[in-house]
């Protein structure tokens, strides 16, 4: 079963538009980490966040923001006036920390391909 | 600067030849990872090794093998048993198993001729 949802598969903005990404979760562990990793078109993942299961609190980095809602198992990414330089795949990710067979993996969602034009 | 390397970056798999990806880093890191990566779809543990000389099969291993002999070296053998090897392969690692994030490298593409 997929626990990480990204149900936006590609998401086209003119620079300046902000953008949201969603990224839905499911797990039934109490203690896990949520992420988000950007892929630029050099295919290389580049760590953006981590968030564990125990701390809501929003986080704002430069342009980034993100929210994090147990309530509804969601880890919504936005980025503030886009960039062309924004334009890659971004990637919702999960790791279990309750279970000895999960404890270490990162379970990936599908990827919502950002494209930012100028 | 420390970093994961991969090579080479595109690959060419003729019907029924075993090929080697190479994944290197310079970290210092005890866990290493290989995923696949298939368009539309996200990454998938392919083999970990929370150790040198240890590793364990991931959620596809089948068609793959890895060997761990050096702690800054887990190279990855796609066999002519992977029916569907055409992907994009990612190696990742960490300071030990279980710490996050994961590093990764910029990849190595596999195509069958």
């Known amino acids: 079963a997929q626990k990480v949802t990204q149900a936006q598969t590609e998401i086209s903005v003119v620079e300046k538009e902000d953008v949201t990404l969603d990224c839905v979760y499911e797990?039934?562990?109490?203690?896990?980490?949520l992420f988000w990793y950007k892929q630029p078109p050099s295919g290389e993942l580049v760590f953006l966040i981590r968030r564990n299961s125990f701390d809501e609190q929003n986080e704002i980095s430069g342009r980034y923001s993100w929210n994090f809602q147990k309530s509804t198992s969601s880890f919504n990414f936005t980025i503030t006036a886009s960039q062309v330089v924004d334009s890659a795949v971004y990637f919702c990710a999960l790791s279990e920390v309750g279970t000895t067979d999960s404890w270490g993996k990162l379970q990936f969602g599908a990827g919502t391909q950002v494209v930012v034009t100028p | 600067d420390g970093g994961i390397t991969q090579s080479p970056k595109y690959l060419f798999r003729k019907e029924g030849q075993n090929v080697t990806l190479s994944c290197e880093q310079n970290l210092n890191h005890d866990a290493m990872y290989w995923y696949r990566q298939d368009p539309g779809q996200g990454l998938r543990l392919i083999y970990y090794?929370?150790?040198?000389?240890?590793?364990q099969k991931g959620d596809i291993a089948e068609g793959y093998s890895v060997s761990r002999e050096k702690k800054e070296s887990f190279p990855l053998t796609v066999t002519s048993a992977q029916k569907n090897p055409t992907a994009f392969y990612l190696c990742?690692?960490?300071?030990?198993?279980?710490?996050?994030?994961?590093?990764f490298g910029d990849g190595t593409r596999l195509s069958i001729l």
């Open positions: 797990t039934r562990d109490t203690t896990y980490y």
């Open positions: 990742a690692s960490s300071i030990y198993w279980g710490d996050q994030p994961q590093h």
């Open positions: 090794s929370q150790i040198v000389n240890d590793f």
